[in-house]
């Protein structure tokens, strides 16, 4: 049987919760890294909050993190990373004119993190661990080189004009993101570079893996595109509406029931089966 690129999304897809892999789906993703497939993850969360289940499942390949913004390999030194930024002044701007409606807000060059107000309600947001660094302060003061990623934390109600604006007045330049969910009051700015579906791309084609021997698991919208350009991309079954209908199949069980291991299972057996 033909060996496959597994791209596999962490919040809502691999992770049971915020913090856990089951150990049902740890073994069996070990066992098909010891068959030959090769397993990527792929998330929205920056190296540091992601590195421990890259450790867990005892990957050695690519891992994409800030949605395609970045792309590292701890273990191939000889591996180019990829680096997207957003640039400084972009952020800094859009900051500045909408603090009105803005509660916090922070960004991450890297994995150091660079945050306007230090408040116990924005540190569960900021994955501050593993090494990282935090800089406190006005964004003109603090943040001197363009970040990988930059979050805005909106009071009640805010976000649409927010987004609004970043379409209008930096339209072609930076992209903005709703986070969605319990998290609705959180935007995300991005470069129109940016996503997973490129990253996924990046590593594919350093791996060697041609599109039709990908198959990419999402939860949300900021999956779309490497679902998309994945040759079998899969919504997990708990996943948005607007992801399922971009998937070419949704899993019968969610995150929490290791939707992930039923539906690879089933995948592999017949693809076998075909062999």
Same mark, same amino acid.
């Not at 929205?44 to 005892?58: I, M, N, T, V």
């Given at each position: 049987?033909?060996?496959?690129?597994?791209?596999?999304?962490?919040?809502?897809?691999?992770?049971?919760?915020?913090?856990?892999?089951?150990?049902?789906?740890?073994?069996?993703?070990?066992?098909?890294?010891?068959?030959?497939?090769?397993?990527?993850?792929?998330?929205?969360?920056? #190296?540091?909050?992601?590195?421990? #289940?890259? =450790?867990?499942?005892?990957?050695?390949?690519?891992?994409?993190?800030?949605?395609?913004?970045?792309?590292?390999?701890? !273990?191939?030194?000889?591996?180019?990373?990829?680096?997207?930024?957003?640039?400084?002044?972009?952020?800094?701007?859009?900051?500045?004119?909408? $603090?009105?409606?803005? $509660?916090?807000?922070?960004?991450?060059?890297?994995?150091?993190?660079?945050?306007?107000?230090?408040? /116990?309600?924005?540190?569960?947001?900021? !994955?501050? #661990?593993?090494?990282? $660094?935090?800089?406190?302060?006005?964004?003109?003061?603090?943040?001197?080189?363009?970040?990988?990623?930059?979050?805005?934390?909106? !009071?009640?109600?805010?976000?649409?004009?927010?987004?609004?604006?970043?379409?209008?007045?930096?339209?072609?330049?930076?992209?903005?993101?709703?986070?969605?969910?319990?998290?609705?009051?959180?935007? /995300? +700015?991005?470069?129109?570079?940016?996503?997973?579906?490129?990253? +996924?791309?990046?590593?594919?084609? !350093?791996?060697?893996?041609?599109?039709?021997?990908?198959?990419?698991?999402?939860?949300?919208?900021?999956?779309?595109?490497?679902?998309?350009?994945?040759?079998?991309?899969?919504?997990? $079954?708990?996943?948005?509406?607007?992801?399922?209908?971009?998937?070419?199949?949704?899993?019968?069980?969610?995150?929490?029931?290791?939707?992930?291991?039923?539906?690879?299972?089933?995948?592999?057996? =017949?693809?076998?089966?075909?062999?």
């Amino acid at each position: 049987m033909d060996k496959y690129l597994i791209a596999i999304d962490l919040d809502g897809t691999l992770l049971a919760d915020w913090q856990t892999i089951s150990p049902t789906t740890v073994s069996y993703l070990k066992e098909l890294s010891r068959q030959g497939h090769q397993i990527v993850i792929a998330t929205g969360r920056p #190296f540091r909050s992601s590195e421990a #289940f890259y =450790d867990e499942l005892e990957l050695t390949t690519p891992i994409i993190n800030y949605n395609g913004g970045l792309i590292t390999n701890k !273990h191939d030194h000889s591996f180019e990373p990829f680096n997207l930024t957003i640039d400084r002044s972009h952020v800094i701007d859009i900051f500045n004119q909408n $603090k009105h409606i803005i $509660k916090n807000a922070f960004g991450e060059v890297l994995d150091d993190i660079f945050l306007w107000i230090d408040t /116990e309600e924005i540190r569960p947001l900021l !994955h501050y #661990f593993n090494g990282a $660094k935090l800089y406190v302060g006005e964004f003109d003061d603090i943040l001197k080189d363009d970040p990988n990623g930059f979050m805005l934390i909106c !009071h009640d109600g805010r976000a649409e004009e927010l987004e609004e604006f970043v379409a209008t007045q930096y339209k072609d330049r930076v992209l903005a993101r709703n986070w969605g969910h319990h998290y609705n009051f959180v935007v /995300e +700015l991005y470069t129109p570079e940016t996503s997973k579906g490129n990253g +996924l791309r990046y590593v594919a084609e !350093h791996l060697g893996f041609p599109r039709e021997r990908i198959i990419a698991f999402g939860d949300a919208h900021n999956d779309i595109e490497m679902l998309q350009y994945a040759g079998w991309g899969v919504a997990m $079954k708990n996943a948005q509406d607007r992801l399922k209908v971009h998937a070419d199949d949704v899993t019968a069980y969610t995150n929490e029931e290791d939707g992930l291991v039923h539906y690879l299972k089933n995948f592999l057996k =017949d693809k076998s089966n075909l062999g």
